[in-house]
C-alpha cells in the first residue's frame, strides 16, 4: 500500500512540474520575444509541453530529460508560435538556463535537509524532495516573469539576420546551455560525492 501511495503521490508531484514549468516556459518565450495574439497556439504549446514533460518525467533518467526537454521547447515553439529557429532556440536556452541554475542552488540546499540520501538519482526519484525544488525553482521563475512583464523586458532579434549571424545565436545557445548543463550536472555529483 505504501508503494502504491508513493507512486501516485510521484505521479503528482511530476504532474504538478510539467504544469508550472510549461506555463513558465511559454509565459516567458512569448514575453520575451513579444508573440502577439495566436492566443490558440499558446494554449496548444502549453498543453502538448505539459503532456510531453509529463511523459518525460516518467520515462526518462534526470539528466537526459533535460535534453529531451529543451529539444521539445525548440520544436514546439517553431510550429506553433511561428517563430524563427534562432528565436526558437535562444528562447529554449533562456527557459533551461533559468531552471538549470535554480535546480544547482536548491539542489545543494535540499540535499542537506534529505541528508538520508546519498545519491543525487536517489534524491531526484524522492517525491518529497522533487516537490520542494519544483516549488523553489517555481517561485524564482514566477519572479523572473513578473520582472520580465512590468519591466517590459524584450528580446529584439530582427527576422533578416544575415545566416552567418543567426548561426552565430544557434551555436552561443547550444554551447552556453551545454556547457551550464554539463557543469551544474558534474557539481551537483561532486557535491554527493564529497558529502557521503
Request: proline share 2%.
Amino acid at each position: 500500500l505504501m508503494q502504491i501511495n508513493e507512486l501516485f503521490q510521484w505521479i503528482g508531484v511530476n504532474a504538478i512540474c510539467a504544469i508550472i514549468c510549461g506555463f513558465i516556459d511559454v509565459f516567458l518565450f512569448t514575453h520575451l520575444f513579444q508573440v502577439k495574439g495566436k492566443e490558440k497556439n499558446k494554449i496548444k504549446v502549453f498543453i502538448l509541453d505539459v503532456f510531453i514533460r509529463f511523459i518525460l518525467l516518467q520515462l526518462v533518467e534526470p539528466p537526459f530529460f533535460r535534453v529531451l526537454e529543451i529539444e521539445v521547447m525548440i520544436i514546439l515553439f517553431r510550429i506553433f508560435l511561428e517563430k524563427r529557429i534562432e528565436k526558437c532556440i535562444f528562447g529554449a536556452t533562456i527557459n533551461a538556463i533559468t531552471i538549470i541554475c535554480t535546480e544547482a542552488i536548491f539542489s545543494r540546499i535540499f540535499c542537506i535537509v534529505f541528508s538520508n540520501i546519498n545519491t543525487y538519482i536517489e534524491l531526484m526519484y524522492n517525491y518529497r524532495y522533487k516537490f520542494a525544488v519544483v516549488m523553489s525553482i517555481a517561485i524564482i521563475r514566477i519572479l523572473i516573469c513578473l520582472i520580465v512583464k512590468y519591466r517590459k523586458m524584450n528580446i529584439y532579434i530582427p527576422d533578416d539576420l544575415s545566416v552567418k549571424n543567426r548561426n552565430m545565436i544557434i551555436a552561443i545557445s547550444i554551447i552556453g546551455v551545454g556547457l551550464i548543463y554539463f557543469s551544474t550536472v558534474a557539481l551537483i555529483f561532486l557535491v554527493f560525492m564529497i558529502s557521503s
